[in-house]
């Protein structure tokens, strides 16, 4: 469940900034050299800094370029929400516990007390992750009352803004924790959860219509804890009978849409089943939206390929156009054998592989039996036509056009790059997904297909 406080960390004020200007004061009572670090971003990177708490107990903390994206107090994350310019002031007292340990006052301290309060909720999932079992009635107890905590910090919140997305937040996560109650102790204690009636009440409690307290994920526990206590005897595919419990469930025609098809797409994403058909013909039963139905069933067009893009049968032919704007087709270099490296030039994966595509092409470069080609799935092909320029590739470099979206990536079921295909000299595929050049002997691999 710590996944969704992160959600909620997530959901904070601005976290990175290059012209900050921010000072921190804070007094730490009954310090005795715990930890205390402050956290901000330099783009995806997180970096760490630890408060230098004096003697006192005292500290103070200024930065000219970056925002504190979060404080940790003994390994206790809270999100910060602050702004360029911000000075404020905290109070830790490590003789306290829940949402009094700390408290903020100054710039924007409704908004940290608020933050600070939810975070708490944390720490409800180490009391369960614990191994003993805890009734669903005492666990909602304590939930309650830290949401009853963190709903009045809300309301002292000023900006209306910030107020009504955070209402939106304080209303789901509850039932978010409590969902997980059950994924969390049915591991351990899988038969008295099951029978818990206080939890089973809770459960059927929530209107998967009201939308404004219910989101994908809860829908998505509430369906999935009834499809647990089912018949038992009723083997049809899960995905059918979670597809048949939101049309049974979900009244309300826009949110049974938009979850009908938030699960379908994460399916389609998921792993390859044979019989996607079958679930994505009911998902066409429940939703009535015809538009998201043609985009579901476009991505269900690719994720077929997966079972018909197959070693040795004739490779789909398509077209694709070098650095001088020629086209070409793959047909064109039937009579040779074919090594295809897909590749776009924003892929580090890709690019890495590089020098062991030239080093492959190097050793087979007098050998008439193979060609090499490249073909990239850049979108931008100044980009890719700039790179190959600047890294001198001296085997045949093509793009297809529509990147990710073009019929080649399609019609070979691509999920993934870079991408290494063999194709023999009459069009068959001998390897639909072929080892990495940079494997140990893969090069000796080739020349024991083309010796054959």
Known sequence: MKKYIVLFLLFGGIVSTTNAQIKI??????????CLTLSYYEGKHELIDTLQVGKSGKFVYQHDQHLPASLSVME??????????????????????????VIFKGDRSAEN?????????????????SGEYVAF??????????????????????????????????NVIPLYMGLDYYGIVHRVNPDKVVVDPDFTTFVQSIDLND????????????????????????????SIRYLERVEKMITDRQIRNEHATAYMNWRLKGKKVTNMQEVFDKYKTVCTDTASIAACQEKLNVYLNYFKIRNGIEAPDFEMVDV???????????????????????????????PHVAALHEEFKNDDRIVFISISVDTRAKVWKKMVEEKNLAWQQFIVE???????????????????????????????????????????????????
Not at 116 to 121: E, N
Not at 220 to 234: E, P, R, S
Not at 437 to 449: E, F, M, Q, T
């Open 25 to 34: 004061q804070g007094t730490v009572k009954h310090y005795k050299g715990e």
């Open 402 to 452: 529509g990147g990710t979206n073009s019929f080649f990536y399609k019609q070979y079921a691509i999920e993934f790059i870079p991408r290494f295909m063999l194709i023999d000299k009459n069009g068959i595929i001998v390897e639909v997904d072929y080892m990495k050049p940079s494997v140990l002997g893969c090069a000796n691999h080739i020349k024991s297909i083309l010796d054959k």
């Open 137 to 170: 009635k005492d666990y909602q107890k304590k939930l309650d009352e830290k949401a009853r905590i963190a709903q009045e910090r809300l309301e002292k919140v000023a900006d209306e803004q910030i107020r009504e997305k955070w209402t939106r937040l304080q």
């Open 211 to 238: 939308r404004n307290r219910v989101d994908y994920n809860v829908i998505f526990g509430v369906i999935n804890w009834y499809l647990d206590k089912a018949d038992k005897t009723d083997t049809r595919d899960r």
């Open 324 to 354: 001088n704007g020629q086209k070409y087709r793959l047909s064109d270099f039937r009579g040779k054998m074919v090594y295809i490296d897909v590749w776009a030039t924003w892929c580090a994966p890709c690019k890495a592989e590089i």
């Open 76 to 101: 206790q994350k809270t999100p910060l929400y602050l702004e360029p310019g911000d000075q404020f002031s905290v109070v830790i007292d490590l003789k306290k516990e829940g949402s009094e340990r």
């Open 113 to 129: 007390n608020y933050q600070y309060a939810m975070s708490q909720l944390a720490s409800l999932q180490e009391e369960l992750v």
